[in-house]
C-alpha cells in the first residue's frame, strides 16, 4: 500500500479481501469462494491464442525480501476444488490451448497442487507453471510433464549465490541451473525473471550477467529492475535513498532510489540490451518501460 493512503479511508483490509469484506459488509464469512472464468488472447508462447488462467493456492510465505508477497498475502488461501473442477471444465468446453497457473508459488500446498494437477490431465489440458521455485522442479519435471506440463516461469533472479541468500531467494544458481536443462531437456518452454541493479550491481557486472543469461538459451527473459516496493523490508532499508516518488515508475522497469554504481540513465541501456541479448531473436516486438 501506498505511504498515506490510508487516511482516505475509514478501514483498510489488507491482503485477501474477500472474507474480510464479508465480515465487515455482513457479518458472516464467504464459505464458497467462487473462482472467475478467466481466458484471454496470448501469443507469449507457442501453445495457440487461447489461454484460461487458473489460481490453486493464493499467497507465499517463503520470505524472499525483494518480493511484495510474503509481505502482504503470506497466508495460504485455497481455490475449492470442486471450483477448481468447474473451471477447468469450462476451459475444455472452450477449447482453450493452454491453463496458465498463477499462484504466488505453486506447490506451497504439494498434495493440494496435485490434485489439480490431476483434474487438468483428466480432461487432456496443457498448462504452464508460472511461479514455480527451481529447487522444486528438480527430478519431478519428467512427472509434471506427463501430467500436460509445457513450460514454465521461473526466477533466475541474480547468478550470485550470496545474493539470493542474502535476499532470502533459499535456492542455489546451480540449482536454478539445473531446473532449466530439465526443462528445456522435456522439451518445456521455458521463462526466466532476472533482477538487475541490485544494490552490488555495476554497469559492466550487469552485462556479464546478460551474457550470462543469453547463454541458458530461455525461451523468454524477462529482465526487472530491483525495486523497493511499498510495505517490504526493503522499502524503509532504501527509503531515504529514494528520489523518484512517482508511483508509477514502482514498476520493474525504472530505478528509483540512488544507485551507489548505476546511473538511472543507464537502466534502460541495460534493459534494451538484455532484450537484445536474450529475446529479440525470439520475439519481433516488446514493450519498453515508460519513460515519462
Not at 14 to 20: R, V
Not at 74 to 85: F, G, M, R
Not at 108 to 137: H, Q, S
Not at 217 to 229: Q, R
Amino acid at each position: 500500500m501506498l505511504p498515506g493512503l490510508d487516511k482516505h479511508f475509514d478501514r483498510v483490509f489488507k491482503g485477501y479481501g474477500e472474507n474480510t469484506l464479508s465480515m465487515a459488509l455482513y457479518d458472516k464469512p464467504i464459505n464458497h469462494i467462487k473462482h472467475p472464468i478467466l481466458i484471454a488472447t496470448s501469443s507469449m508462447a507457442p501453445f495457440g491464442d487461447k489461454t484460461g488462467y487458473l489460481f490453486i493456492v493464493r499467497g507465499c510465505n517463503s520470505g524472499c525480501l525483494f518480493c511484495s508477497a510474503p509481505v502482504h498475502t503470506p497466508n495460504k488461501l485455497y481455490t475449492p476444488l470442486s471450483e477448481i473442477q468447474r473451471v477447468l471444465d469450462e476451459y475444455k468446453k472452450q477449447k482453450v490451448d493452454v491453463v496458465s497457473i498463477m499462484d504466488d508459488n505453486l506447490f506451497i500446498d504439494d498434495k493440494y497442487t496435485w490434485e489439480a494437477i490431476n483434474f487438468l490431465a483428466e480432461r487432456d489440458l496443457k498448462w504452464m507453471a508460472f511461479n514455480v521455485r527451481a529447487d522444486y522442479l528438480l527430478g519431478k519435471v519428467n512427472n509434471l510433464t506427463q501430467n500436460g506440463l509445457v513450460g514454465a516461469y521461473i526466477g533466475v533472479e541474480s547468478f550470485s549465490d550470496e545474493v539470493l541468500k542474502g535476499y532470502r531467494k533459499r535456492e542455489t544458481t546451480e540449482q536454478v541451473k539445473q531446473a532449466i536443462k530439465e526443462l528445456k531437456h522435456h522439451g518445456c518452454y521455458v521463462w526466466g525473471n532476472y533482477i538487475f541493479c541490485m544494490p552490488s550491481s555495476t554497469l559492466d557486472g550487469s552485462r556479464r550477467e546478460i551474457e550470462q543469461l543469453a547463454s541458458l538459451e530461455l525461451d523468454l527473459v524477462m529482465p526487472t529492475v530491483f525495486t523497493p516496493y511499498p510495505g517490504v523490508p526493503l522499502f524503509k532499508e532504501l527509503k531515504s535513498l529514494i528520489f523518484d516518488w512517482n508511483w508509477r515508475h514502482f514498476d520493474n522497469g525504472h530505478i528509483v532510489w540512488k544507485h551507489p554504481h548505476i546511473r538511472p540513465e543507464q537502466v534502460k541501456t541495460i534493459l534494451s540490451e538484455c532484450f537484445n541479448a536474450c529475446n529479440c531473436a525470439k520475439i519481433t516486438t516488446f514493450a519498453e518501460p515508460d519513460p515519462y
